[in-house]
């Protein structure tokens, strides 16, 4: 009798514990989610000589205060965004990291960021790059004993050539979900880092750059 009711009070105790913390009231405070990703590995090369110039991708979703939320068990919610709360910044600088490490034809190119609110120079750039955000979110919902956490993009990218004045536009549209168990912020932070990636590694496989010009490929 008394190992029953010691084992019913572990029991108690473990679901207690469990129901704490996947689900736990929110405070409203903001949570902001770190993007960038550990260089991939590449072998050192000279960069391509195309200059290629990134500006900030335009904010045009209908919520730009944050990334999304995360609805606890218990009531209460918790706020995701980037630091500085500019998100359009922080794709361009990703992109430019990752065109500088391995971009297309997993070459090195020779990329610069255009600061928010600047106007880029022609003559300093043989392809521009911008874009929109139309989507871009993270939002978790905790229920019993889990957290679904689900991440959404949709970004459109363009390309202009200063050599001919042609451009090239593209639609990338991405989504994720995981359900987990043992909720952390950090899972959100990386779901959503994959989901850009993926949206940038598509935009890499559907387009390419000859003779100083950016195509598309399909």
């Not at 207690?16 to 260089?39: E, F, I, R």
């Not at 521009?128 to 459109?156: E, Y």
Request: some cysteine.
């Amino acid at each position: 009798m008394k190992q029953a009711m010691g084992q019913l009070g572990v029991g108690i105790m473990l679901t207690a514990s469990l129901l704490m913390g996947t689900g736990c009231g929110g405070t409203g405070k903001t949570v902001n989610l770190d993007l960038q990703q550990k260089p991939e590995a590449a072998q050192f090369m000279e960069p391509e000589s195309v200059r290629i110039v990134i500006e900030s991708f335009e904010d045009r979703r209908s919520d730009k205060n944050r990334l999304g939320l995360r609805t606890h068990l218990w009531g209460g919610m918790t706020y995701f965004n980037v630091a500085g709360g500019r998100p359009g910044d922080m794709i361009a600088q990703i992109l430019a990291d990752r065109l500088k490490t391995r971009g297309w034809k997993n070459r090195a190119w020779a990329v610069q960021v255009t600061p928010s609110g600047l106007t880029t120079n022609p003559n300093n750039a043989d392809i521009v790059i911008s874009g929109q955000l139309l989507d871009f979110s993270a939002n978790a919902k905790s229920r019993l004993f889990s957290t679904v956490v689900t991440t959404n993009s949709r970004l459109i990218f363009t390309a202009k050539n200063i050599g001919d004045q042609s451009s090239t536009t593209r639609s990338i549209e991405g989504a994720q979900r995981e359900t987990l168990f043992w909720f952390n912020e950090d899972d959100v932070q990386q779901l959503l880092a994959a989901t850009l990636k993926d949206d940038i590694d598509r935009y890499l496989a559907e387009t390419t750059i000859e003779n100083n010009t950016l195509r598309s490929t399909r």
